[in-house]
């Protein structure tokens, strides 16, 4: 039987052998619901990218780029992170260079896996369709906050674990705590998060309307997976 895993910060992903398993990368606040949101509105590509350098060196080649670190977008960049960003005619069919804080990092580290796709709760119901009908095991990969867990990704998580606990093994801690905190926040999630600490770092920037956003279930039937460095809509 296939088994499902979560790991809660990309600093444990050294315990986590993936060549033989797909990882499914989260960052619910905000670069995975984004990407999931670009593709919903015609973006062709996105290349996740680790630095700021090196999506400045995009810039320079005259791609399209977007970028965030601690929630704001730094100079010399289109785009910043947040979903509503991408819902405008200006990225249908564009590749988009992006770097963020933590997603694009976890994308990056991701890479050895047999396949890395893209989760969000945005996309919750096409994921979890498609890891049925797939042979390997999974691993949920929360990109957390600068090494640390955060609430909203292991929600997440835990929301995946449920839709799959019946053909899927849940062996280790990680995804039963995840599932079991999914469940107590699953009556309200956006007041379950309501004290968390991106959800409080957002609210001083003045970011309040992507919190529920990315709170939505099944708003896309999208599925972003990665192509070599390249992420495109399955
Ligand atoms: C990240 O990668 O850390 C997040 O997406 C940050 C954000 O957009 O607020």
Known sequence: MKQIDVCLTPELLHLHPIENTIVVVVDVFRATSCMVTAFAYGVA?????????????????????????????????????????????????????????????????????????????????????????????????????????????????????????DEFIVNEDSALMALRQFQQARPNLLSYVANSSHVRRLQRLGIQKDIAYCLQTDLYDILPVLRGNVLVAL
Not at 80 to 90: E, H, K, R
Not at 92 to 121: E, P, Q
Not at 136 to 157: H, I, M, R, S
């Open 45 to 165: 590509k996105i290349l996740p990218v680790a630095t700021l350098e090196e999506c400045r060196q995009y810039r320079e080649l005259g791609h399209l780029t977007a970028a965030e670190r601690d929630g704001l977008k730094p100079e010399g960049f289109e785009l910043d992170n947040s979903p509503f960003s991408y819902m405008t005619g200006q990225i249908a069919g564009a590749t988009v260079v992006v770097t963020t804080t933590n997603g694009t990092l976890a994308i990056t580290r991701s890479r050895s896996a047999v396949k890395v796709l893209i989760g969000s709760f945005l996309n919750l119901g096409t994921l979890a369709r498609y890891l049925r009908n797939q042979q390997y095991d999974v691993l949920v990969l929360c990109a957390g906050w600068k090494g640390k867990p955060n609430l909203e990704d292991t929600l997440f998580a835990g929301a995946l674990v449920e839709q799959l606990q």
